[in-house]
C-alpha cells in the first residue's frame, strides 16, 4: 500500500523562521524515496510560491505542488459551494489568488459570501462593511481559526479575534474551513491522491493536526517540538499513534509500517 504525509509547518518543520534540527533530511528522505508529502499550512496569506522561498532559505527544496494552504482550501470549497460566486476579502496574497484563480469574483458589493482570512492591513471600515454584508444575507467564512499568540509586540491580532468580532456584531457564526475541519483535511488528502487508510499526519498541535487526523481515520503523529507537550496530552480523550520530539526522530520505514 502506498503512503503519503500531510505535514504542518511552524513548530514541524521550522520555529519562527529557525530550521528545526533534521526536518530537511527528513524531507530531502522523502523526495529520495519518491513518497508523496504536501507541507499543509492554515495561514492563508502565503502562496505556495511564498512557501516555497521561505523554506529554500532553510535549505529545504520543494515546489509549489508540495504545498497545501487554508486559502486554497477556502476556494476549492466556494467553488463547489457555488461555482463563479463572489466574495468580500478580509485578506492578502495566498486568499485572494486562490479565490480567483477558482474564478470567484472580488466585490465590494452584495457578495455571495464575505470571506476572512489572515492579514495585516484591516481597518475598522472593512470590518464595519462585512458586518453590513452578512446581516444582509452574505455567508461568513473564515479559512482558519487560529488563535492570536497572545504575545506581547505581536503585530497580528490573530484570525480567530477577528472572526469573534463579526460573530459578535452579526450574530452569525463563521464557517470555518481550515485544520482541523475535514474540509480541509480531506481536500488536502484528494490533493495527494490517497486514501484515509494511505494518509500520514505530523503535526505539533493536538487541536488541530491530530484532532483532525484521528476524526478523519488518518496515521497521526505529534511532534513535541512546537505546541502540544507531554504533560498536556493527559487533556485529551484522543491520542496519536505516534509521539516523537521531532521529525528528526522519524524511522520511515516503521512509520510506513503503522497501522
Known amino acids: 500500500m502506498k503512503k503519503g504525509f500531510l505535514i504542518d509547518m511552524d513548530g514541524v518543520i521550522y520555529g519562527n523562521d529557525t530550521l528545526i534540527p533534521g526536518a530537511d533530511k527528513f524531507i530531502a528522505e522523502l523526495q529520495k524515496k519518491k513518497i508523496p508529502f504536501l507541507f499543509m499550512t492554515n495561514n492563508s496569506q502565503r502562496t505556495p510560491l511564498d512557501t516555497v522561498n521561505k523554506v529554500a532559505k532553510m535549505g529545504i527544496k520543494i515546489k509549489e505542488e508540495n504545498v497545501y494552504t487554508s486559502a486554497m482550501a477556502t476556494a476549492f470549497f466556494l467553488s463547489f459551494m457555488q461555482p463563479n460566486g463572489s466574495a468580500y476579502v478580509l485578506g492578502e496574497g495566498g486568499l485572494i489568488t486562490s479565490l ?11 457578495p455571495d459570501f464575505v470571506v476572512v482570512g489572515e492579514g495585516r492591513n484591516f481597518t475598522l471600515e472593512m470590518v464595519n462593511n462585512a458586518v453590513d454584508m452578512i446581516l444582509s444575507g452574505s455567508k461568513f467564512i473564515a479559512t482558519n481559526l487560529d488563535p492570536s499568540p497572545k504575545k506581547k509586540g505581536w503585530s497580528n491580532l490573530g484570525i480567530k479575534a477577528i472572526v469573534k468580532m463579526i460573530e459578535e456584531a452579526t450574530g452569525k457564526k463563521a464557517f470555518s474551513v481550515g485544520k482541523p475541519s475535514p474540509v480541509m483535511m480531506r481536500a488536502a488528502r484528494k490533493y495527494l491522491g490517497l486514501e484515509a487508510s494511505e494518509t500520514i499526519i505530523i503535526g505539533d498541535t493536538m487541536d488541530t493536526d491530530i484532532l483532525g487526523g484521528v476524526q478523519l481515520g488518518y496515521t497521526t503523529i505529534l511532534t513535541l517540538s512546537g505546541v502540544s507537550s507531554k504533560e498536556n496530552l ?19 520505514e516503521k512509520v510506513l509500517a503503522l497501522k
Not at 480567483?100 to 452584495?110: K, P, T
Not at 487533556?235 to 522519524?250: E, G, H, Q, R, T
Open 234 to 252: 493527559i487533556d485529551y480523550a484522543f491520542k496519536p499513534d505516534l509521539i516523537i520530539n521531532s521529525v528528526a526522530d522519524i524511522e520511515l
Open 100 to 110: 480567483a484563480q477558482n474564478g470567484y469574483n472580488l466585490v465590494n458589493h452584495n
